[in-house]
T-cell receptor, first 112, second 113 residues
Framework: DQQVKQNSPSLSVQEGRISILNCDYT??????FLWYKKYPAEGPTFLIS?????DKNEDGRFTVFLNKSAKHLSLHIVPSQPGDSAVYFC???????????FGTGTRLTIIP | DTAVSQTPKYLVTQMGNDKSIKCEQN?????MYWYKQDSKKFLKIMFSYNNKELIINETVPNRFSPKSPDKAHLNLHINSLELGDSAVYFC????????????FGSGTRLTVV
């Protein structure tokens, strides 16, 4: 059973526009959510996170929104830059548990 | 460089062989993990150690045996390799209780032929 889902395997966005990546989860015990970015032949790198007590967290061009009632989170990147082209993974974990459950990733391509 | 480093980066081996992947972190983290990314790109946890103690052990064939000689190292030994073991294996580390996620190594691509 896939508890974290990223239903869009790929997304193309024009440079300078907003990129919106979506993630849904089914486990109501998840209380901490993270986004990772992955380039080819490299490990995932931590991008931004949000606790379930918040509905928004912002870091520069990256903003994560959490809608707990809908069990949905999204990552907004604005403005999108060519270096943002990568695979983005959503991840989640329950309170007091180190185990991260990952989605299958969305490949973002920024078109110059 | 502070990092999570894993060796080898690529490993090609025949079915039935035994192989090991090594992982080391110099970040001062106390928890280490092995994740497997299969052909469908799922990143699934296999094991986790905190201060040399096994804390997560997912449903993994017992041909896979992790070993943590100290909190900076977590190695993965695989016996009797099978074709289905072909995947990318990622090591990661974190500081327990800190909310900034894991730091991943760059992965080991294992190909069993």
């Amino acid at each position: 059973d896939q508890q974290v889902k990223q239903n869009s395997p790929s997304l193309s966005v024009q440079e300078g526009r907003i990129s919106i990546l979506n993630c849904d989860y089914t486990n109501s015990m998840f209380d901490y959510f993270l986004w990772y970015k992955k380039y080819p032949a490299e490990g995932p790198t931590f991008l931004i996170s949000i606790s379930s007590i918040k509905d928004k967290n912002e870091d520069g061009r990256f903003t994560v929104f959490l809608n707990k009632s809908a069990k949905h989170l999204s990552l907004h990147i604005v403005p999108s830059q060519p270096g943002d082209s990568a695979v983005y993974f959503c991840a989640a974990r329950p309170l007091g548990n180190e185990k991260l459950t990952f989605g299958t990733g969305t490949r973002l391509t920024i078109i110059p | 460089d502070t990092a999570v480093s894993q060796t080898p980066k690529y490993l090609v081996t025949q079915m039935g062989n035994d192989k090991s992947i090594k992982c080391e972190q110099n970040l001062g983290h106390d928890t280490m993990y092995w994740y497997k990314q299969d052909s469908k790109k799922f990143l699934k946890i296999m094991f986790s150690y905190n201060n040399k103690e096994l804390i997560i052990n997912e449903t993994v064939p017992n041909r896979f045996s992790p070993k943590s000689p100290d909190k900076a190292h977590l190695n993965l030994h695989i016996n009797s390799l099978e074709l289905g073991d072909s995947a990318v294996y990622f090591c990661a580390s974190s500081l327990r209780g800190r909310d900034y996620g894991y730091t991943f190594g760059s992965g080991t691509r294992l190909t069993v032929v």
